[in-house]
T-cell receptor, first 114, second 113 residues
Framework: DSGVTQTPKHLITATGQRVTLRCSPR?????VYWYQQSLDQGLQFLIQ???????AKGNILERFSAQQFPDLHSELNLSSLELGDSALYFC?????????????FGPGTRLTVT | AQSVTQLDSHVSVSEGTPVLLRCNYS??????LFWYVQHPNKGLQLLLK??????LVKGINGFEAEFKKSETSFHLTKPSAHMSDAAEYFC???????????FGTGTRLTIIP
C-alpha cells in the first residue's frame, strides 16, 4: 500500500459527460501528479501540482483540468468525454517539487467511456 | 529534452535464470533515472533510482541497475528470476529540477515455470 488513495476505482460514463477523479496524497507529500495510461499512448504525464499551485503540464487536453485543495487532495476533471478518453488514470505524490523525488502511485481509476 | 527507449517490449525467462531489461536514455543534462514495476491491475512501484551517486544502484526484490554514461544506458538486472517478478517494467528519465517524468513504453516480463 503506497499511502495514496484514489476514488472511484472504476467509472463508466457516456460520451459528452463530465467526471471528477479524486486523489489523496501520502501524509506529508506536497506534490501531486496525474498520469493517463492507455494501450495506444502508454503512460503519459498530465499535470503536476505542488502545495496548491500548478507547476508542470504535460500532454493534458484542454477538456481536462485539475486542482489541488488546501488539504492537498487533488481532483482531475474530465469534460466532453470521448471514447478515446477511456484509460487508467493514476495519481502519484512525492515530498518535493522536483521529479527526482520518488513518486508513490495510487491504485488508479479505470475510466470507461461508452 | 529527455527521452527513454526500452529496447524490448516483451522478455520471457525461465524461473531461476537471470533477467535483463534494457533501457537507453537521452538527456540534455545529467539525468535522474528510475525503474518502476507495475503488477497486473496495480499502481506503479519504485524499484530503484539513480541520481548521480553510485553508478551501480541496488533496488528492492534483488533488482539492480547500472548507469553507463558512455553507452547512455540504464539496464535492469536480477540474478535469478522468481515467478512473482512477472509484471510490466518501466524505465523513466527526468532532469534534476525538472518536474516532468518521461516514461518508456514498458517491458512485459514473463516468467516460465
Amino acid at each position: 500500500d503506497s499511502g495514496v488513495t484514489q476514488t472511484p476505482k472504476h467509472l463508466i460514463t457516456a460520451t459528452g459527460q463530465r467526471v471528477t477523479l479524486r486523489c489523496s496524497p501520502r501524509s506529508g507529500d506536497l506534490s501531486v501528479y496525474w498520469y493517463q495510461q492507455s494501450l495506444d499512448q502508454g503512460l503519459q504525464f498530465l499535470i503536476q501540482y505542488y502545495n496548491g499551485e500548478e507547476r508542470a503540464k504535460g500532454n493534458i487536453l484542454e477538456r481536462f483540468s485539475a486542482q489541488q485543495f488546501p488539504d492537498l487532495h487533488s481532483e482531475l476533471n474530465l469534460s466532453s468525454l470521448e471514447l478515446g478518453d477511456s484509460a487508467l488514470y493514476f495519481c502519484a505524490s512525492s515530498v518535493g517539487l522536483s521529479g527526482s523525488y520518488e513518486q508513490y502511485f495510487g491504485p488508479g481509476t479505470r475510466l470507461t467511456v461508452t | 529534452a529527455q527521452s527513454v527507449t526500452q529496447l524490448d517490449s516483451h522478455v520471457s525467462v525461465s524461473e531461476g535464470t537471470p533477467v535483463l531489461l534494457r533501457c537507453n536514455y537521452s538527456s540534455s543534462y545529467s539525468p535522474s533515472l528510475f525503474w518502476y514495476v507495475q503488477h497486473p491491475n496495480k499502481g506503479l512501484q519504485l524499484l530503484l533510482k539513480y541520481t548521480s551517486a553510485a553508478t551501480l544502484v541496488k533496488g528492492i526484490n534483488g533488482f539492480e541497475a547500472e548507469f553507463k554514461k558512455s553507452e547512455t544506458s540504464f539496464h535492469l538486472t536480477k540474478p535469478s528470476a522468481h515467478m512473482s517478478d512477472a509484471a510490466e517494467y518501466f524505465c523513466v528519465v527526468t532532469i534534476f529540477g525538472n518536474e516532468k517524468l518521461t516514461f518508456g513504453t514498458g517491458t512485459r516480463l514473463t516468467i516460465i515455470p
